[in-house]
């Protein structure tokens, strides 16, 4: 039984038996949440079906194996934390290779909740069904006692979140490797938005990864779910991204569209230009939406320049005017608060094709 599912069962059934008739829940109220149980019990009976026949058994990887290469999940291993999940690089033998490779290990926080074994299913189920050079690449998975992970191809550089959150390491983004970085990111969701017909739902700085030669990954798709057929109904889901990066017509009316993944990838570019996350106290002291709120407080005041990066103003001067302009107006149109008004990711490609065009053609 899903312990979900039990809770909400248990929550109803101890409301139903309360003393005080006037707290009560009324029969509607029951019949929902006992829906909602059921259709928890569902999702658990699914996802526990789908772990146990995991395709891609030559992915598996021994928990012994990852326990050794990572010094039993040491400190000195660990690249950082998040609320559900660690991750670790170590070096790993891959089956059928002679030499081991470096690799990140996700390794999920528990299997005791039915939204973790449903996020380790989700990132698994896509990764096997991507190919693009800027999705990070599945190198293995381990199921055994407790445990739920998976290990990708390293990310040497990081992520990009690492270079938003310090003064000293965003030093090394140029403007040009910025804009190459958000393309990579922007290639990589068309892709799954055309092709792959899939929404990510978590697009943010701490889920992009950046190789050795600075291009950009997507690299977790733990909360991704199919686009709907019909993309004029959307899909009635929970959002589970961070707050900042959230959709704010999703939140208005419960539709998630491939658009939510547009929005999310406009904050990112004006993290970019501004240097700094989305969340950063200097923005979320003033509304809990940082960034977003900012941009688009400063856009309808025609002060968005006043944002920008010092590092970029100085870098790029008068001779990139229309590279920035053309990056802040797609930032803009991405972060559009009617779904309907935003671009579509390939609109994105393109106009930030110019932007690199115009950057590396300046006049100096």
């Known amino acids: 039984m ?3 599912s039990f809770v909400k069962y248990s929550d109803v059934a101890y409301s139903c038996l309360n003393e005080d008739q006037t707290h009560r829940p009324n029969v509607n109220y ?6 909602k149980a059921l259709e928890l019990e569902q999702q658990y009976e699914n996802v526990r079906k789908k772990l146990v026949r995991l395709k891609n058994r030559h992915l598996k990887i021994r928990l012994t ?6 010094d039993n999940f040491s400190e000195t291993h660990k690249i950082f934390s998040l609320f559900n999940y660690n ?3 170590a070096e790993l033998l891959q089956h059928g290779k002679q030499n081991a490779s470096t690799v990140v290990i996700k390794r999920i926080s528990s299997r005791q ?4 074994e449903l996020h380790f299913v989700r990132d698994f189920e896509v990764l096997t069904h991507v190919n693009h050079p800027n999705i990070v690449t599945l190198f293995g998975f381990c199921i055994e006692a407790d ?5 990708f191809d390293n990310v040497s550089k990081g992520y990009l979140a690492n270079y938003l959150s310090s003064n000293e390491e965003r030093l090394v983004l140029t403007w040009e490797k910025r804009l190459k970085i958000c393309i990579d990111v922007a290639r990589a969701l068309n892709y799954l938005h055309d092709q792959k017909m899939i929404i990510n739902r978590d697009i943010c700085a701490w889920n992009i990864g950046l190789d050795e030669n600075w291009g950009a990954k997507i690299v977790n798709f733990h909360f991704s779910t199919p686009v709907p057929s019909n993309q004029e109904d959307g899909d009635n889901l929970n959002w589970m991204g961070r707050t900042c990066y959230r959709d704010p017509e999703y939140e208005e009316n419960g539709m998630l569209k491939k658009e939510s993944d547009v929005y999310s990838f406009g904050v990112v570019l004006f993290e970019v230009l501004c240097g700094r996350l989305a969340d950063n106290p200097i923005y979320t002291k003033e509304n809990e939406r940082g960034l977003a709120h900012l941009a688009r407080h400063n856009f309808h005041n025609g002060t968005q ?6 590092i970029i103003m100085e870098e790029t001067k008068e001779n990139n005017t229309d590279s920035l302009s053309i990056f802040i107006d797609i930032a803009n149109q991405c972060m559009a608060e009617n779904q309907e008004q935003r671009p579509t990711m390939k609109v994105v490609v393109d106009e930030l ?3 690199l065009f115009f950057s590396s053609n300046s006049t100096p």
């Open 65 to 70: 194996d990852i326990k050794f290469a990572t």
């Open 305 to 310: 320049e006043d944002m920008i990066d010092p």
């Open 30 to 35: 029951i019949v929902d949440e006992l829906e």
């Open 147 to 151: 445990e739920m992970i998976l290990c």
């Open 2 to 4: 899903s312990p979900i």
């Open 87 to 89: 991750c670790y690089r």
């Open 113 to 116: 909740e039915l939204y973790q």
């Open 353 to 355: 094709e110019k932007t």
